[in-house]
């Protein structure tokens, strides 16, 4: 029986020694948890002082906390297909620079991608005049009638190829522009982690 304790007690000390282990693990887990939630009430527009929260914590957590803070608002600078995620995107944009302070590349690679941002919307806008005006002429070439009919027939957006040719132009333009994106936001990361300079 007494072996049996024994083994008992090996297996308890085992246990709690692998536990001991795992815990920073959890504790980093839930400290970048904490990040995300803050970023988030930031995002949803709650007046929150991310470097003042930040600062607040202790030393030991502030690193996690703020590479949860970093990933959220970075996860939510997005292409502006829409005024709300322009909207949301530029407020996730200014709390990452609230975040760097003085930290130049980070500025520096923020403006890379605000400057992406804003090309990726007129270069959208150009793609979708250019189309328009291809598919215009190419229903004027085709005879279309003239008057107030001609002009419904003639609108671009009706056409069956206006939708298709839109979606494929779209889908690339948004590849290209993700991929600089998606860069970018890599380096704000990097650049904003513990331990860089």
Not at 10 to 36: C, I, N
Not at 115 to 125: T, V
Request: aromatic share 2%; glycine share 8%.
């Amino acid at each position: 029986m007494a072996e049996i304790k024994s083994t008992m007690d090996m297996v308890m000390e085992r246990a709690a020694r692998m536990a001991a282990a795992a815990a920073p693990a959890t504790d980093d887990e839930t400290l970048v948890k904490k990040g995300m939630r803050l970023a988030a009430d930031y995002l949803n527009g709650k007046e929150i002082d991310l470097t003042r929260e930040l600062a607040a914590l202790p030393p030991a957590e502030q690193g996690e906390v703020g590479k949860g803070i970093a990933q959220t608002l970075v996860r939510n600078v997005v292409l502006p297909r829409s005024k709300e995620l322009q909207v949301s995107g530029e407020l996730a944009l200014h709390g990452v620079l609230t975040l760097a302070g003085k930290k130049s590349e980070v500025i520096t690679v923020c403006r890379e991608l605000d400057q992406i941002l804003k090309q990726y919307g007129q270069h959208k806008e150009q793609m979708t005049q250019q189309l328009e005006d291809a598919i215009k002429a190419q229903l004027e070439q085709q005879g279309a009638p003239r008057g107030q009919a001609g002009k419904a027939a003639m609108n671009p957006a009706m056409h069956p190829q206006y939708r298709e040719e839109l979606s494929r132009m779209l889908t690339g333009l948004n590849g290209q522009y993700n991929d600089a994106m998606d860069q970018r936001k890599s380096m704000i990361l990097q650049l904003l982690s513990p331990g860089s300079h």
